[in-house]
């Protein structure tokens, strides 16, 4: 591993509003924007929109696909647009950095990358952006 290496991207297939449905159950953000129509469009917006943390859950994936769930040190987020339901949303990272913890060669040192990390849709909007700390 080295700085500038790509991690493998993480494609979601389109938003669906029932999948809204669901991020609200599993995370118990029962925000009616996510998941009314009438209170969204009431609120100025076209429609529901997909909650920023399901954005963070799906950059989490892409780090826990790339070196296991086990060895994600930090996740840091960053929301900078609104998904749509339709929205396919990529997730990509690149190393920035590498480096120890803890004193170099004995035990209980362990090899970190820093990546900076970011989901956009199909039309190249950034929706959320950040960086993480991973074991490697």
């Not at 296991?68 to 647009?81: E, H, P, S, T, Y």
């Amino acid at each position: 591993m080295t700085v500038g290496d790509r991690l493998p991207e993480l494609v979601k297939p389109p938003i669906e509003r029932i999948q809204l449905v669901k991020y609200a159950g599993a995370s118990g953000d029962w925000n009616r924007i996510h998941v009314e129509e009438g209170f969204a469009t009431a609120a100025g917006y076209p429609s529901v929109f997909a909650h920023g943390m399901l954005s963070m859950a799906f950059l989490g994936q892409l780090l826990s696909d790339w070196v296991g769930g086990a060895r994600v040190r930090r996740l840091a987020v960053r929301f900078k647009a609104i998904t749509w339901p339709g929205d396919v949303i990529t997730c990509r990272g690149e190393v920035t950095g590498l480096g120890t913890e803890g004193p170099e060669g004995e035990a209980g040192s362990e090899r970190l990358a820093e990546v900076r990390v970011w989901a956009e849709t199909q039309k190249g909007t950034i929706t959320a952006e950040g960086t993480a700390t991973v074991a490697v």
